[in-house]
T-cell receptor
């Protein structure tokens, strides 16, 4: 079992839909949780990060972490065609450990 | 451009040849990371530096791979005797220190194709 599991999709939604992206993990030592967005042939860019359990909101994006279930989510409200990209979850034990990424979920938002 | 810069963007090489990639981090970022990403997968950690010191290497980094960061500025990743399995996107990231409040910025990557 990989440390971080993420459904690769692809996921296709109509413009304006609410998108839910999820990851599960097995390492209970993970404390920092991130979501990166990666456009085709580009490097990943950080969207959201959360420490430990809880929710964090930034504009149309909401990140949730449930450490008891080892489950994290990213919600995108009012999705736009420009949101079409691969979304990668990533996590780490502490600030001194490298990030462990999921496979990424490929999202297409159709106008 | 003040972002992380990687060179070249694309590299096609014959099996058995050596290749070297370069990463220029954001100025004053003391941490530099190398990741490898294959099609349909997330980035996998290879190694990282704090200043000029190489602090950690993944088991993915075989003896054919070597990374350097002389003077704690730019970094190079060399692959000797390339194999077809080395074909991937090689990503570099840099951050100012470590921890949750120091975002790691990624470069555009170097896409390696071994034929």
């Amino acid at each position: 079992q990989k440390e971080v599991e993420q459904d690769p999709g692809p996921l296709s939604v109509p413009e304006g839909a609410i998108v839910s992206l999820n990851c599960t993990y097995s390492n209970s030592a993970f404390q920092y949780f991130m979501w990166y967005r990666q456009y085709s042939r580009k490097g990943p860019e950080l969207l959201m990060y959360t420490y430990s359990s809880g929710n964090k909101e930034d504009g149309r994006f909401t990140a949730q972490v449930d450490k008891s279930s080892k489950y994290i989510s990213l919600f995108i409200r009012d999705s736009q065609p420009s949101d079409s990209a691969t979304y990668l979850c990533a996590m780490m034990n502490s600030g001194n450990t490298p990030l462990v990424f999921g496979k990424g979920t490929r999202l297409s938002v159709i106008a | 451009d003040t972002g992380v810069s990687q060179d070249p963007r694309h590299k096609i090489t014959k099996r058995g040849q050596n290749v070297t990639f370069r990463c220029d981090p954001i100025s004053e970022h003391n941490r530099l990371y190398w990741y490898r990403q294959t099609l349909g997968q997330g980035p996998e950690f290879l190694t990282y530096f704090q200043n000029e010191a190489q602090l950690e290497k993944s088991r993915l980094l075989s003896d054919r791979f070597s990374a350097e960061r002389p003077k704690g500025s730019f970094s190079t990743l060399e692959i000797q005797r390339t194999e077809q399995g080395d074909s991937a996107m090689y990503l570099c990231a840099s951050s100012l220190g470590a921890g949750i409040n120091t975002e790691a910025f990624f470069g555009q990557g170097t896409r390696l194709t071994v034929v």
